[in-house]
């Protein structure tokens, strides 16, 4: 089955605590982006990646960290959460951004807590 | 920069009537529109997009959006609301004129609630 998978699907943890939450997708995308979603904000976008060891700057990024060594994998890192950073996080991942025309496949979320 | 709006944080309708999301986007060059819906405790799930072409884009579920270039918007419609529609819907825009090549801008939410 065609999916994008994230884990922990729930996590609390204290401030300060280094933390990584793993991504993954089988479709052979391209494409991969996170997004935090809070309450009357939306999604806002931290991270994307348009192709492996190519990663940018989304509307968000400050406190996040992502790598993407592997076209399937794109892991979000926090070295020092921050309860500013308690929200609830997708993956997306898309075949191509190159032509901007493909729509974006969700993972099933994440909910942080930092304490 | 690249920005959405979502005027309405909320949307109620009757099941049977037409239902109307509104959007409305800023971008310097052309835009990739794009509706998707969130329902509770799930993921975001694509519903259509409007690239180029014919103004008026059709997409799952009965769902379609009619992009207006001058009004700048792009507002979700449906002729008959079903009460399984009830979800968040979030509008999207990518810029093709920009810089940041990668970015997809998302609006707030509107919440549509489809009273039986």
């Known amino acids: 089955e065609a999916q994008v998978t994230q884990n922990p699907r729930y996590l609390i943890t204290v401030t300060g605590k280094k933390l990584t939450v793993t991504c993954s997708q089988n479709?052979?995308?391209?494409?991969m982006s996170w997004y935090r979603q809070d309450p009357g904000l939306g999604l806002r976008q931290i991270y994307y990646s348009m192709n492996v060891e190519v990663t940018d700057k989304g509307d968000v990024p400050e406190g996040y960290k992502v790598s993407r060594k592997e076209k399937r994998n794109f892991p979000l890192i926090l070295e020092s959460p921050s309860p500013n950073q308690t929200s609830l996080y997708f993956c997306?991942?898309?075949?191509?951004?190159?032509?901007?025309?493909?729509?974006?496949?969700f993972g099933p979320g994440t909910r942080l807590t930092v304490t | 920069a690249q920005s959405v709006a979502q005027p309405e944080d909320q949307v109620n309708v009757a099941e049977g009537n037409p239902l109307t999301v509104k959007c409305t986007y800023s971008?310097?060059?052309?835009?990739?529109l794009f509706w998707y819906v969130q329902y509770p405790n799930r993921g975001l799930q694509f519903l259509l997009k409007?690239?180029?072409?014919?103004?008026l884009v059709k997409g799952s579920y009965g769902f379609e959006a009619e992009f207006n270039k001058s009004q700048t918007s792009f507002h979700l419609k449906k002729p008959s609301a079903l009460v399984s529609d009830s979800a968040l819907y979030f509008c999207?825009?990518?810029?093709?004129?920009?810089?940041?090549?990668?970015?997809?801008?998302f609006g707030q939410g509107t919440i549509l609630t489809v009273h039986p």
């Open positions: 997306a991942s898309s075949l191509s951004w190159t032509s901007g025309t493909y729509e974006q496949y």
């Open positions: 409007y690239i180029t072409g014919d103004n």
């Open positions: 971008v310097s060059g052309n835009p990739y």
């Open positions: 999207a825009v990518r810029d093709t004129g920009g810089t940041s090549y990668g970015k997809l801008t």
């Open positions: 479709m052979n995308h391209e494409y």
